[in-house]
């Protein structure tokens, strides 16, 4: 769904929905929330939400979509060399799921939605992480970039999963990713 053609009051109402569930998901876990508790919180009717979500999933895809966008914003042009615009990205990506595990799970959960539009706004998150990364890794070549940034958020991926789901020290994410960019730094100039 294209929200830039919403009237400004249709766009106010799916981002006071998109609030709310994001402020419902930093109190309870994922399986415990309701969509009716949603709406509750968002101040609409439970069918409102549904106007604008196909699904839960939907709209947990939509504040995973959220919560990225700042984090994935485009630095290429601040001055910063590469090798340092990646680190920088990679511990932002980390801390922000380390304050936020339950994100990261939905994330996980996510990532094998059945739900279309769901999947859409999943896939646009993954591709908006692989093209930022990417970014940083242009001196490469397009291709190269491509498959450099994909490695590296597979990296951040697992190492997330090892320490926000199964109990390893987050120092091991932060440390394994970084071993993994000081193996590209000296082709990043």
Avoid at 16 to 43: C, F, G, P, S, T
Avoid at 45 to 57: D, I, M
Wanted: with cysteine; hydrophobic share 50%.
């Amino acid at each position: 769904m294209n929200t830039a053609a919403e009237p400004e009051y249709k766009q106010a109402r799916r981002e006071r929905i998109i609030a709310a569930a994001n402020a419902a998901l930093r109190e309870h876990d994922y399986e415990q929330i309701q969509m009716r508790d949603v709406a509750e919180r968002a101040d609409v009717a439970l069918g409102t939400v549904y106007r604008y979500f196909s699904s839960k999933e939907h709209v947990y895809a939509a504040v995973l979509m959220g919560w990225a966008e700042p984090v994935f914003g485009d630095t290429a042009a601040d001055g910063r060399p590469a090798e340092q615009r990646v680190r920088d990205t990679v511990r932002a990506i980390i801390a922000g799921f380390e304050r936020r595990p339950g994100f990261f799970k939905v994330c996980l959960l996510l990532q094998n939605t059945t739900d279309h539009n769901a999947a859409q706004v999943m896939a646009a998150f993954a591709d908006l992480a692989q093209e930022r990364l990417a970014a940083d890794f242009a001196v490469l070549g397009r291709r190269a970039a491509l498959d450099t940034a994909l490695m590296l958020w597979g990296i951040v991926n697992s190492m997330l999963t090892a320490t926000l789901l199964r109990g390893y020290p987050i120092a091991d994410a932060y440390r394994v990713t970084d071993a993994f960019v000081d193996l590209v730094a000296p082709r990043l100039g």
